[in-house]
C-alpha cells in the first residue's frame, strides 16, 4: 500500500509516519526534478512530479493538481494523476461543479490516466467546503466506475500529521461511494506509464 505526499523538507517526518501508519510506499511529489528524494529508506520511494497540465513532461511521471483546464490534462497533457478535480468554485443548477464530466472519463480511461482524491482536501476544508467537496467526490467516483477510469485515494498533504492509516482511508472513501474492492484497489494502485525514477 501506498501514499502520496507533497513534502518541504520534511522527508524524513513522513518516512517514519508512513512506517508507522504501516504504508510499505511513499510517493513523494516534488515542483523540480532536482528536489527529487535521494536517501536510502527501508521502504520504497518514488519521486514524481507535480506540474501545471501545461507544463506535464514525458519522460517522468507527472501528477496535475486541480488543473485549469481539466480536458487540456486529459485529452493532450497526459499526466500520470489528475487529482482535487473537485476544487471548483461552484455547483451548477442540475449537477456539482465537480471539474470532471463524462468526456474526460473516458479520455482518462483511453489515456491510462488515474484521477486522484484528496484526503488532506476534505481534512483542512471547513465544514460547508468539506460538504461540497464529498458531493463533488461521489459525482466523480460514479462517473469513473461508468467510463472504467482508475482512480487512486491518498492524503496528497505536505503535513505528516494529516496521513491516516490504509485502513482509514478505505473505510472513509467507502463511505463516500467506493465499494469496497475500488477502495482497496486505489490505495494499491500501480503507476505504469512513463519512466519511474524510484530509490531501492
Known amino acids: 500500500m501506498k501514499d502520496i505526499v507533497m513534502p518541504k523538507n520534511n522527508e524524513k517526518e513522513f518516512i517514519d509516519m508512513a512506517k508507522k501508519l504501516g504504508f510499505k510506499e511513499l510517493v513523494f511529489l516534488y515542483i523540480h526534478k532536482n528536489m527529487f528524494y535521494k536517501g536510502k529508506q527501508d521502504i520504497k520511494i518514488t519521486n514524481a512530479l507535480i506540474a501545471d497540465e501545461k507544463k506535464t513532461q514525458k519522460d517522468i511521471n507527472t501528477f496535475v493538481k486541480n488543473p485549469k483546464d481539466a480536458r487540456l490534462a486529459f485529452e493532450k497533457a497526459r499526466p500520470i494523476c489528475v487529482f482535487d478535480l473537485e476544487l471548483q468554485k461552484r455547483d451548477f443548477m442540475h449537477q456539482r461543479g465537480s471539474g ?72 472513509f472513501f467507502t463511505t463516500v461511494g467506493m465499494h469496497p474492492k475500488e477502495a482497496k484497489d486505489s490505495i494499491n494502485r500501480s503507476f505504469k506509464k512513463k519512466l519511474k525514477i524510484e530509490l531501492a
Open 100 to 171: 470532471f464530466n463524462h468526456i474526460m472519463a473516458k479520455f482518462a480511461n483511453l489515456n491510462n490516466i488515474h484521477v486522484g482524491f484528496s484526503f488532506s482536501t476534505i481534512l483542512n476544508a471547513s465544514k460547508l467546503q468539506s460538504a461540497r467537496i464529498i458531493g463533488r467526490i461521489k459525482q466523480n467516483i460514479m462517473l469513473c466506475r461508468k467510463y472504467k477510469a482508475k482512480t487512486v485515494i491518498a492524503s496528497f498533504t505536505a503535513n505528516p500529521f494529516d496521513m491516516r492509516a490504509p485502513k482509514d482511508l478505505i473505510a
